[in-house]
């Protein structure tokens, strides 16, 4: 998914849910192995992956586990986001050009 922006907050959830599964996979962790590392059941493990609520600990301790945690930094920047979205309405602007300038280049 490339934009979570029109998304409602159960399928936020869900996609959340299929990313953890995603990357809990590639560090070739099963369900139990991860919910004993992290200190919570299995079922919980399952019902996070399925897109079900859970608390904000549960989720540090699965993002801790999957070295991911460093991403839920960016969620408490402030400042940065605004300049890159400036950075990015202003590339936005050149790009949309649709004629060369009117001045008249010297010599």
Known sequence: MDSWLFLT????LEEIGKGLKKIRLQH?????DMSEEVGLSVSTISLIEQGNSTTVESLIRI??????IKDLESVFRVGENLELKLKFEKAKLKAE??????KIKSL
């Open 28 to 32: 070739n962790l099963t369900q139990k």
């Open 97 to 102: 050009r649709k004629r060369a300038s009117k």
């Open 63 to 68: 993002l801790v586990r999957l070295n991911r």
């Open 9 to 12: 907050e159960q399928e936020i």
